[in-house]
């Protein structure tokens, strides 16, 4: 029997360990769990509670994705369309940001953003020191552009992977809803960068003539392999524009393209469950705990009510809340447990004012997706780059990022706040 101390305890442990992840201080995964194990050993929350909490079609879809992804990158193909549009490009700098931001959107909008700059940041990297040129007006660009990307589908962000699966909201939905704003934000960020990077990039032609030089055909590793891959990537993406017509969760759709692609690749399927991100996987489910044992000791519900309560159950001020306070959150804390415990919380506020939740959904995905490029820490693809230029003579520091990437984030988040405005309230 649930008792006022367990809701002390609940609110302090999910505090404690919001407040850990944030610091970075330990590991998030390793916080993330403990903070579970500690609702679990102080009896908030059941073991059979904590299980029915974790969203297993979230976690499905990200395995399967992952293993997909994993065995399609040995085949060397993204590489090869880095290299190709560069000397499409005939080494022209801004030509060459211009190419890499639309692929790396695409790209993240079919793959997800962290494994494409993964993808075309080592890439990138090669092109610019033959160009003789500072990498960063180049990475920053992919950066946001991965982020802007993966908020358009169901599969390109953890965000959305997240509130599909509790929502029953699928591929085409997200396509279709979120798609045209994100071509906009898109297409106004790059004219942005535009006016930042476009005079300031200058090469000589014998710099530009090395790009010439590069054969994109060695970069393709296992023509066989990426033959199965690009056919099992394609029927899949068709699985999940078709999964909702078929009444398939999108997990079963990942799961069957993954496993069909582990069996026709042939490949020790050791050696590709190794390299995915299980941290990634076991985070999510350690959150989907916490964020369960709110909702059982009522928290969820208190929270929802006071929001009711201050926009008086008003789509247009619930919207604006929901899209503003996510947005401004996820710039600077990680969006994955964000969105966990906006998730409940929304359902809640639904319930309670009886308002059309959907602006509601789509105002939590564009918040917390393009949030991620208000600063370093917003998004991990942020991070992942920033890793990689360590390695190098140049840095991505946090105010170098914030100066580009948070008026960006600010003018993205308000071309959607009119396009909800518009279209949806």
């Not at 990537?233 to 078929?246: D, N, P, R, S, Y």
């Not at 959904?361 to 600063?375: E, H, K, T, V």
């Not at 520091?397 to 914030?402: A, P």
Request: charged fraction near 15%; proline fraction near 3%.
């Amino acid at each position: 029997m649930l008792t006022n101390s367990h809701v002390y305890i609940a609110a302090i442990v999910f505090i404690l360990t919001y407040a850990f992840i944030i610091s970075e201080k330990i590991n998030r995964t390793a916080v993330a769990l403990l903070g579970a194990a500690i609702m679990l050993g102080l009896k908030v929350i059941s073991q059979e509670y904590a299980f029915e909490s974790i969203d297993f079609n979230t976690i499905g879809l990200l395995i399967g994705m992952m293993i997909i992804i994993t065995i399609t990158k040995r085949t060397g193909v993204f590489q090869y369309i880095a290299i190709k549009s560069a000397k499409l490009a005939k080494g022209d700098p801004w030509k060459i940001i211009l190419s890499f931001s639309i692929i790396t959107a695409i790209s993240s909008a079919l793959l997800d953003n962290v494994t494409t700059v993964l993808l075309l940041a080592p890439v990138t990297l090669v092109i610019t020191d033959t160009l003789n040129l500072n990498p960063i007006p180049f990475l920053l660009p992919e950066i946001l552009s991965a982020n802007i990307g993966g908020t358009a589908t169901l599969i390109g962000d953890p965000p959305n992977i997240m509130i599909g699966s509790a929502t029953g909201l699928g591929f085409l939905d997200f396509l279709f809803n979120l798609g045209p704003v994100v071509i906009v934000i898109l297409s106004v960020v790059i004219l942005i960068l535009k006016l930042i990077y476009g005079k300031e990039l200058i090469v000589d032609e014998e710099h530009k003539k090395r790009i010439m030089n590069f054969d994109e055909y060695k970069a393709i590793k296992d023509h066989s392999l990426l033959k199965k891959s690009l056919i099992v990537l394609g029927f899949t993406i068709i699985g999940f524009a078709l999964h909702q017509v078929f009444e398939f969760e999108s997990a079963t759709v990942a799961l069957i393209g993954a496993s069909t692609l582990l069996v026709l690749s042939k490949i020790n399927p050791e050696e590709v469950l190794i390299e995915l991100e299980w941290t990634t996987i076991f985070f999510f489910a350690g959150l989907f705990i916490l964020v369960g044992a709110l909702e059982e000791v009522g928290i969820i519900e208190t929270i929802a009510e006071k929001v009711v309560f201050i926009t008086k159950g008003n789509l247009f001020l619930t919207t604006l809340m929901i899209i503003w306070v996510s947005a401004i959150a996820s710039a600077f804390i990680d969006n994955i447990p964000f969105v966990a415990t906006m998730i409940p919380l929304i359902k809640s506020i639904g319930s309670m004012s009886n308002i059309n939740t959907t602006p509601l959904w789509w105002a939590l995905a564009l918040g917390a997706c393009l949030g991620g490029n208000g600063s370093l820490v917003g998004a991990s693809a942020n991070v992942i780059v920033a890793g990689m230029l360590e390695k190098t003579k140049y840095k991505l520091t946090f105010i170098d990022f914030i100066k580009i990437g948070f008026p960006i984030m600010i003018v993205s988040v308000l071309i959607s706040t009119i396009y909800l405005i518009v279209f949806y309230i």
